[in-house]
């Protein structure tokens, strides 16, 4: 059974950094992504990282602010996220690709999904 479980979130003041952890199982994947997504709009693509080479890619939202990283051993990947903003209140889901991906930033390259982990930035 494949089970991708976040964790790390929580409530920060602005400035402050958390960091997000997402640890897979099930099964082996190829590429790993951030995704948020606020109230009332869309979600959208934070971050990626292939397993293998640990290729990474950023949203211009977090590009500067943001490190995704992984541990093998652990089958866990981190997003680290720096200098927050009342704006990166979200919901913040991991997801997991069989494939290698090469962009990654859209929700259908995707096959399986965290159930999301709330992180709110008190200004």
């Known amino acids: 059974q494949v089970q991708l479980v976040e964790s790390g979130g929580g409530l920060v003041q602005a400035g402050g950094s958390l960091r997000l952890s997402c640890a897979a199982s099930?099964?082996?994947?190829?590429?790993m992504g951030w995704f948020r997504q606020a109230p009332g709009k869309e979600r959208e693509f934070v971050a990626r990282?292939?397993?293998?080479?640990?290729?990474?890619l950023y949203g211009d939202s977090v590009k500067g602010r943001s490190t995704v990283s992984r541990d093998n051993a652990k089958n866990t990947v981190y997003l680290q996220m720096n200098s927050l903003k009342p704006e990166d209140t979200a919901v913040y889901y991991c997801?997991?690709?069989?494939?290698?991906?090469?962009?990654?930033?859209?929700?259908?390259?995707?096959?399986?999904w965290g159930q999301g982990t709330q992180v709110t930035v008190s200004s």
């Open positions: 997801a997991a690709a069989r494939q290698t991906l090469l962009l990654g930033i859209t929700q259908r390259n995707y096959d399986y």
């Open positions: 099930g099964r082996t994947f190829s590429t």
């Open positions: 990282i292939t397993w293998s080479s640990g290729a990474t």
